[in-house]
């Protein structure tokens, strides 16, 4: 691990960190064969892992992901530095892990409502016969500048939370499709330890139009100041939205699920792209952290995982929930507060347009 701790903008790549239980923990999940599977952020991190091991497992694998030339924050465009691109370069690096793979890359700009909604036309063209038989809104921000989108929220918010909501909300007539011939269909969202640390319960102003003016750029080496309280809100709308769907899904008896992972502390890219931002610093916890993969357990147990229903969370079971084999866990107080779950849902709709689970 080195130099990737000797300071904030010197961390340049994810720590190295040997995996543990992946291997074993993906060898026993199903196969996915016959099954669409759609995953955001996938170019590097616990989005590719999953993507990958979809891939493996027989999916359609869709990468929804940003059209970018930094190659910078990328270790795999570094191996191939005239592509560039890290979408480009991700399709790559999973061909050649599963040659013969299902594979269809879909531009999708979570940080501008346009592009979403562009990528979720796209997919219902080209999966209206077939639906959807997983949406994994994994991608995520954090601890970025107090910045608004080209839509007016803040980056952090739009990128881990409403685009993911509007994203659903479009997709879900695919999901329904997939879960009436297949039985079921998931969405699953990807929070964090942080949804457990907001200094208040959920805030409507974190979820309007109130991006550049939500606090500045306040930081601490132990995950205080604006920019984490903005975070930590984002990672509290992406629990919440999962009790909030969850409750509308069952009193609509659908056989569309939504449940909830969370990494644990995973070394990835998130940690590098928040450092190169002046928000990351306190690499020395990255220590006591597990690999990407192993990161990526949770998240794949609520994807392809037998036995989840709707409305289970699942995280790391080892102390401090920072790394282990994934477990089911209840969701704390502030997560599931009826108050929340309405704020949430009548904000994200002014964002998004209305969005009827039925």
Not at 8 to 35: C, H, M, N, V
């Amino acid at each position: 691990m080195g130099s990737a701790f000797s300071g904030a903008s010197s961390y340049t790549a994810p720590a190295e960190i040997p995996t543990r239980w992946f291997p074993d923990f993906e060898q026993e999940l199903p196969s996915l064969q016959g099954k669409v599977f759609c995953v955001t952020g996938c170019t590097s991190g616990t989005g590719l892992v999953a993507a990958t091991t979809a891939a493996k497992k027989g999916a359609h694998v869709v990468m929804l992901n940003r059209q970018r030339t930094d190659a910078s924050l990328a270790p795999h465009c570094r191996e191939h530095p005239g592509a560039g691109d890290r979408a480009v370069a991700a399709e790559k690096a999973l061909r050649e892990q599963v040659p013969g793979a299902e594979v269809t890359s879909v531009e999708c700009d979570l940080q501008d409502f346009e592009s979403v909604r562009s990528a979720a036309q796209k997919l219902k063209t080209m999966f209206k016969s077939k639906g959807v038989d997983v949406l994994c809104n994994n991608a995520g921000v954090m601890a970025l500048a107090d910045q608004a989108t080209k839509d007016g929220y803040d980056v952090q918010m739009q990128t881990n939370h409403l685009s993911h909501f509007l994203l659903t909300k479009e997709l879900y007539p695919l999901l329904q499709k997939a879960a009436d011939q297949r039985g079921e269909a998931r969405v699953v969202q990807h929070t964090s330890g942080g949804r457990k640390f907001p200094t208040t319960e959920l805030q409507a102003k974190y979820l309007q139009k109130n991006g550049g003016n939500l606090g500045g750029n306040g930081s601490s080496m132990f995950f205080g100041g604006a920019r984490w309280e903005r975070y930590h809100q984002t990672k509290l709308a992406n629990a919440v939205f999962t009790v909030a769907m969850d409750d509308r899904l069952k009193a609509s008896n659908s056989k569309v699920k939504v449940c909830c992972a969370a990494p644990g502390l995973a070394a990835t890219n998130l940690q590098v792209t928040t450092s190169q931002d002046d928000g990351f610093h306190a690499q020395w916890i990255m220590r006591f952290g597990q690999s990407g993969e192993d990161g990526t357990m949770p998240l794949l147990r609520c994807c392809a995982a037998p036995g989840v229903e709707s409305g289970d969370f699942y995280e790391p079971e080892g102390l401090g929930n920072i790394k282990g084999l994934p477990a089911k866990f209840t969701p704390e107080p502030i997560c599931t507060n009826p108050h929340s779950s309405r704020i949430l849902w009548e904000e994200s709709e002014k964002a998004c347009g209305a969005f009827k689970v039925e």
